[in-house]
């Protein structure tokens, strides 16, 4: 189940805490997924709390928080709360027509259909659903032509520019700085 916010509930008040949400499929392996300040302050200024985590989708069958207290008391933690949004497709079907949806490339721009604007006037209960059969590996996609460019890929062109250019730049100064010697 994909899964976007997480939430966490404490009865605890006027703290601020440091807190990382990393996933895993296998429950040894663990990626991170956020590290960002979870607090709650009801003071007579302020009242302002952060509990609500807001990260890009992930796909991880376990989630683990990890709250650094630091030299704090540990924080108690009542509720995790874990949401992903759900996604719909929405398309014109012609009968008789097979259709196929690619999906994967994080690198592909984002399609632009009427479908997308006329979608919030159409009763979503009275579209016929489709199925999708199994999932097939895409032959013409090769994820060696998603890699940056040429000069992205090996740094070492750019630093050899730069220095060829530093040192042709200060061998230019010293040419000149000669040059007034004996001019002066």
């Known amino acids: ?9 404490t009865p605890e008040e006027n703290f ?3 807190v990382e949400i990393q996933g895993s499929n296998d429950g ?3 990626q991170r997924h956020l590290q960002s300040e979870f607090y709650r ?3 007579s ?7 609500t985590f807001q990260l890009p989708e992930a796909r991880h069958r376990y989630v683990k928080v990890i709250v650094y207290n630091y030299d ?3 924080l108690r ?11 719909e497709l929405v398309f014109q079907a012609v009968p ?3 259709l196929r949806l690619y999906y994967g490339n994080l690198q592909a721009v984002p399609p632009r259909y009427d479908a997308g604007k006329i979608k919030n006037y159409l009763s979503l209960k009275d579209i016929p659903a489709a199925t999708l059969r199994g999932e097939t590996p895409n032959p013409e996609f090769n994820p060696e032509r998603l890699r940056g460019p040429w000069t992205e890929t090996h740094p070492f062109l750019y630093w050899g520019m730069l220095i060829l250019l530093v040192l042709s730049l200060g061998a230019y100064i010293l040419m000149l700085l000669s040059k007034t010697r004996t001019d002066g």
Do not use: N, Q
Request: glycine share 4%; hydrophobic share 35%; proline share 7%.
């Open 45 to 51: 200024k302020y009242d302002v709390e952060k509990k």
């Open 41 to 43: 302050f009801r003071t």
């Open 77 to 87: 933690l009542e509720r995790i709360e874990v949401e992903g949004v759900e996604k």
């Open 72 to 74: 704090d008391p540990p």
């Open 28 to 30: 040894k392996e663990w």
């Open 96 to 98: 008789g027509r097979a």
């Open 1 to 9: 189940m994909p899964w976007d916010i997480l939430t966490l509930e």
């Open 16 to 18: 601020s805490r440091l």
